[in-house]
Structures are given as C-alpha cells and as structure tokens.
C-alpha cells in the first residue's frame, strides 16, 4: 500500500506537525543528551542502527524526522486489526507466534 502514495502526501501529513513541538528534533536531541523522556525511548541509542536515525533526526530542520514519522503513521493505520476470536494476547513479546 504504502509504494502508492506519493512523496507529496507525506510532505501534506508532515506540515501538520509542528516543527516547534518538543517531538520532533528537539526530542532527538535530548535522546543524545541521555534525557529521554521514557525508558523505552532512550533505548532508541541501544542500537547503532536507530542511534544513527537519532543523530540525522536531530541535526536536520525537522522536515526529514515529520516526513518519516507521517509514513510511518500511514503504515500503522494500514495494518489490520484482529477482533474477535481472531485477537491474540502476547504474554512473551520475545517469543516468535506461529499460527495453527
């Protein structure tokens, strides 16, 4: 789904989010400065592979961080939810689920 979308329309989703908010490069920047505001989130410098997202994310105007986040949100909202007897709770997020 997400190849059918153009660049254009996650440049449209990012210019609704604020670059003067505190999520954005600014919160990247406090990640460098180990003042993450989650636990979780700080655990974003763990890896070298999202601790180099961080550092572009923070040393950019914002534009590359908002057009991210809005792909992002898009493919989240593509996703399908399970109901019914469908759903699964995950007791073990580490434990790989097959299904019968």
């Given at each position: 789904?997400?190849?059918?979308?153009?660049?254009?329309?996650?440049?449209?989703?990012?210019?609704?989010?604020?670059?003067g908010?505190?999520f954005?490069?600014?919160y990247?920047?406090?990640?460098?400065?180990?003042?993450?505001?989650?636990?979780a989130?700080?655990?974003l410098?763990?890896s070298?592979?999202?601790?180099?997202l961080?550092?572009?994310?923070?040393?950019?105007?914002?534009?590359t961080f908002?057009?991210?986040?809005?792909?992002?949100?898009?493919?989240?909202?593509?996703l399908?939810?399970?109901?019914?007897?469908?759903?699964?709770?995950?007791?073990?997020?580490?434990?790989?689920?097959?299904?019968?």
């Amino acid at each position: 789904m997400e190849s059918s979308v153009s660049i254009e329309y996650y440049q449209g989703l990012s210019s609704s989010i604020s670059s003067g908010s505190v999520f954005g490069p600014r919160y990247c920047e406090s990640l460098l400065r180990g003042r993450g505001l989650l636990f979780a989130d700080q655990q974003l410098m763990a890896s070298d592979e999202t601790a180099e997202l961080v550092r572009a994310y923070a040393f950019n105007d914002g534009t590359t961080f908002r057009i991210d986040f809005a792909r992002a949100m898009v493919k989240m909202s593509n996703l399908d939810v399970l109901t019914g007897s469908q759903r699964q709770i995950q007791f073990n997020c580490s434990r790989l689920v097959t299904s019968n």
